[in-house]
């Protein structure tokens, strides 16, 4: 690190991070510092070897690997600064400079002065689930991501007879994955009715090699002294809760968990960055500006995506709106302020608010819907009674992030400070 | 009549292919849609993902991928000839790693780069 005052200092080298330093760069900055905990650019991307990755945005299926290979060879001769092995520690939020405490082996203990600075650290595996499970403690449960490390990084094959409990993407990509490396996987068992994980993936994944998903069923018993030998699988009711009688065992030596991801935002939070529950990541208006000033939020860092280009497109809005906040300042005149407010039916929308004055052509929402639409429906905003736009979709589900665009013409219509956005099945 | 997710693009159509009737396709929205819905009951295709030894300072295994799609049938196959690979740096994406997976005319090609 070659000074101490930077326009931008992006936090984390994922896609989201590399994107949104590579947007800022285009729109004008030049003092830039990336800086990334592991020992090399990429994110999650490098653990996540199979393609699916770029459909959207480069029109290709790429690998992770591949995907992020396209960013880090425009990130070289772009004058953009990085430094890997490099663990940020603490964020300060200042009127005119936010400080970024990092901290590594080469340089030891550092505050780095930045005018904005971008949160791209992406989430981590919850690990909740694990704990909640009775029986014993034995080696050989893993998070899937962890195992997806292990064998695709690290090359080590971690057992042999498989069980999986979650149907999150991660855990059906490494059904597939301990299938071709020669592992039997006999289950993958969803506490829900429903999967969260991609229809691909439970296709390619499951369907191909035989793999039963058990939905509404979940793992009642984990059973062994050094390594796992048995888990009792068990049906459960509406309310979740296991039904006696149901009890079938398996014997395996591996149990993966893929019960989901949650946002990495302690950093954030220290520096007063305003969290939303529903997404578990920070609040953020129609720019991605959290609740500080010049402190930006992308990738799943602010939300769980499921499809890497959006992270990439998020990322580059992010790293357009910290390049504009530091070469014209911070907002002066607010206007208008639109909450976006979610009925049952929505369990999240990022943005969470819109200065109305800021949106240009129109507003990008994103939104995940809380249980299966297979009937035609649509997303509907309402301020209160008027509806303010509405939106088709033939079919909705948790595992599938949906977007929309709201015009600006419309936003102008909204009266009051707060717009409600719900699923309503169309009327045949 | 054949039920059958489309897996093309993550929105996951739900397509019926009707083998009475030519492998007429329905419930697709786009035509990526109709063509894997007759594709994946007459000959179904897949792409592997798999990793391969290499002599690297940075990481014991480089990622590969095969350059097109292989027939379902290979995908096993194809994986027994990662077995005996081993790489030496430098290697960029796209260098070939093994020729003619399984005589389906695609390759393995490595999918990172690794300079040391
Ligand atoms: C297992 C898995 C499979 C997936 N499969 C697909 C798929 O098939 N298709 C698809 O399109 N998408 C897929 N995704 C989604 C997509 O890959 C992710 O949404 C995307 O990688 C998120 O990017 P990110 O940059 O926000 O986070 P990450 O890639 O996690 O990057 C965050 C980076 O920040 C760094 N960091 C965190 N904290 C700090 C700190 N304090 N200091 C310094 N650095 C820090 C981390 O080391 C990491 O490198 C998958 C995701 C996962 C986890
Ligand atoms: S039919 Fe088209 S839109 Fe539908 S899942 Fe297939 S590729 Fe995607």
């Known amino acids: 690190m070659t000074r101490q005052d930077y326009e931008l200092i992006v936090i984390g080298a994922g896609p989201a991070g590399l994107a949104a330093a590579l ?19 990429g994110g999650i991307l490098n653990q996540c070897i199979h393609n699916g990755f770029g459909l959207h945005y480069f029109g290709e299926e790429l690998t992770g690997p591949e995907y992020a290979g396209r960013f880090i060879d425009q990130l070289e001769g772009s004058g953009i600064e990085i430094v890997c092995d490099t663990m940020v520690i603490h964020l300060e939020n200042g009127d005119d400079w936010r400080i970024v405490h990092a901290m590594s082996t080469e340089n030891g203990y550092q505050c780095l002065k930045c005018r904005a600075v971008i949160l791209a650290m992406g989430c981590r595996e919850r690990t909740r ?22 064998v695709n990084i690290e090359g080590k094959m971690i057992g042999r007879r498989v069980i999986i409990l979650g149907s999150g993407d991660i855990g059906l990509i490494m059904a597939r994955r301990m299938t071709l490396e020669g592992a039997k996987v006999l289950a993958c068992v969803e506490l829900l009715p429903y999967s969260g994980g991609l229809n691909r993936n439970i296709v390619q994944c499951l369907h191909d090699y035989d793999i039963p998903l058990y939905l509404s069923h979940t793992i009642t018993n984990i059973e062994g002294r050094n390594r796992v030998q048995r888990v009792t699988v068990q049906q459960v009711d509406e309310n979740r809760r296991p039904i006696p009688g149901t009890e079938t065992y398996y014997d395996v030596d591996t149990v993966l968990l893929s019960v989901g991801l949650i946002p990495e935002n302690e950093l954030s939070r220290e520096a007063g960055v305003k969290i939303d529950r529903r997404t578990s990541g920070p609040f953020v208006y129609e720019n991605l500006e959290t609740s500080e000033k010049g402190i930006f939020a992308c990738g799943n860092v602010l939300h769980v995506h499921d499809l890497v280009d959006y992270v990439t497109e998020e990322s580059q809005a992010a790293g357009k709106a910290a390049a504009a906040f530091v070469l014209d300042g911070a907002l002066t005149d607010i206007g208008h302020v639109i909450e976006i407010k979610t009925e049952p039916t929505v369990s999240y929308t990022v943005p969470q608010a819109v200065r109305v004055n800021e949106v240009a052509k129109s507003l990008r929402i994103f939104l995940r819907v809380n249980k299966i639409w297979e009937e035609t429906s649509h997303i509907v905003f309402r301020d209160g009674d008027n509806v303010i736009a509405r939106f088709k979709r033939d079919y909705m589900a948790p595992g ?15 009266k009051g400070d707060m717009l409600y956005v719900s699923i309503e099945e169309a009327q045949r | 009549m054949k039920t059958l997710i489309c897996i093309v693009c993550p929105r996951g159509c739900h397509l019926n292919v009707d083998e009475e009737n030519d492998y007429k396709v329905t419930g697709h929205h786009c035509e990526k849609g109709e063509i894997y819905g007759r594709n994946e009951l007459l000959h179904p295709v897949r792409v592997v993902t798999s990793t391969v030894k290499v002599k690297s300072n940075i990481h014991p295994r480089c990622p590969v991928k095969t350059d097109q799609s292989i027939p379902k049938e290979n995908i096993f196959p194809a994986m027994r000839l990662l077995d005996s690979v081993l790489l030496t740096p430098p290697i960029k994406r796209g260098d070939v790693v093994v020729d003619d997976v ?8 490595v999918t990172r780069d690794l300079d040391t």
């Open chain 1, 23 to 41: 947007s800022a760069k285009q729109h004008g900055l030049s003092r830039i510092l990336v800086i990334e905990r592991d020992k090399e650019l």
């Open chain 1, 129 to 150: 689930f694990a704990i909640q499970i009775p029986g014993s403690r034995p080696a050989g449960i893993f998070n899937a991501g962890t195992a997806q490390r292990y």
């Open chain 1, 400 to 414: 599938e992030m949906e977007n929309v665009n709201v015009p600006r013409v419309l936003l102008d219509r909204v």
């Open chain 2, 102 to 109: 399984a005589g389906s005319g695609a390759c393995f090609v």
